[in-house]
């Protein structure tokens, strides 16, 4: 695994860089040697631009930051206490709180970027759905692209005997639930899970059979045509473009305008034994996220050669560049705008709020890793134990206080509830409404919902 450590570096510095104002709102840190864990991906950027740009420091905070190998092994330690927190996926905080896979209490106070992702398929497989696609004035194919083009292709598979595999990076990733969403809104069952009789494949009634894939390896493991296309965050569907091995048929942005992505997550014990260190986390997190976003993405390009760096994500930084400087490469040479493709700190982005964690409890519902029905308070207490705005509003108020950021760059917090307005934009034109979760089941045609069950 590798490493960055910069104590050395930072012992020069004292507790004179924590400002009176903060200690005396905050209090100093309870642990400030800490080690946090993350997946060599273009979201992991507020980590690194924290700790390159000395935020952690200026909280008297002594980071190291670690990539891990996969999804599992990442969790798996900050619940050990092996990492002090992680870049998460949204449904892994929640996930492990109700019990999905691992059970344990792990919370997030910080939300790390909304938007990322898409879903690449292979060549042999655009080259099939490419003619059926409607064409813009200029000849390109006009986005966003429906899954029911796959129907004919899901056929002639099944028609060989043969079965159509995608993959996505882990169960409870929002590439799981982007790419479920996405198939079945063209009509194409993504399976059920059926934990209940022992079945977590995800594969049950599926037309299209999903598994995982590390997001390093996508591209090698669509290559070798282990699997038709796969969904995942950058660089790893630029790369495939950059190979010539396959396209991207969609963002998540064209799924869901402006999901959240990725979350600090750390576990409930460790936020209560150092509460302070934990807002000092948040803190300089909050002040990465507006870096990235800051003078209409500015420093983007300084940020794509420090994610170009193997410590961190280790790709070529032209490829990183695509989709973080504005744009994004469908086929090669099919470059269009994408100014919201990856966003870090505007639209309240950082907010942990409670409607996105009621959103992705939706879909495992939906897809049967939750496997009975629950009521709409049970989804508002789970949202309420992982997701935690008190956390956030300490850290922003802080930042405020110290003339770092302003008010006006936050939601208002005296009259903020944790739920979005009721959200549009997503592909198939359902409205969700995270204060009505099972009304929003309800409104699917394919996937679990009210007393359904498998």
Known sequence: MESINRWMIAGIASASLISLSAQAQVGPPEKDELKFGFIKLTDMAPLAVAYENFFFEDEGLYVSLEAQANWKVLLDRVIDGELDGAHMLV???????????????????????????????????????????????????????????????????QAEGKAFNMGMVFPVSTHNYELRYWLAAGGIHPGYYDPAHGDNSGQRQADVLLSVTPPPQMPATLEAATIQGYSVGEPWNQQAVSKGIGVPVITDYDIWRNNPEKVFGVSKAWADAYPNTHIRVVKALIRAAHWLDEKNNANRQEAVALLARSQYVGADAKVIANSMTGTFEYEKGDIRPAPDFNVFFRYHATYPYYSDAVWTLTQMRRWGQIPEAKSDDWYMSIARQVYRPDIYRQAAEALIEEGKLTAADFPDFDQEDGFRPPQQGFIDQITFDGQQPNAYLNKFAIGLKGDDTL
């Open 91 to 157: 449904g892994q905080p929640i996930g492990a709180t109700v019990g999905i896979g691992t059970k344990a209490e792990v919370i997030t106070a910080f939300s790390m970027d909304l938007n990322g992702n898409a879903i690449t398929v292979a060549n042999n497989v655009w080259d099939a759905i490419k003619p059926n696609l409607a064409k813009t004035d200029n000849g390109t194919p006009r986005h966003p692209i429906s899954a029911s083009v796959l129907k004919p292709v899901i056929a002639s598979y």
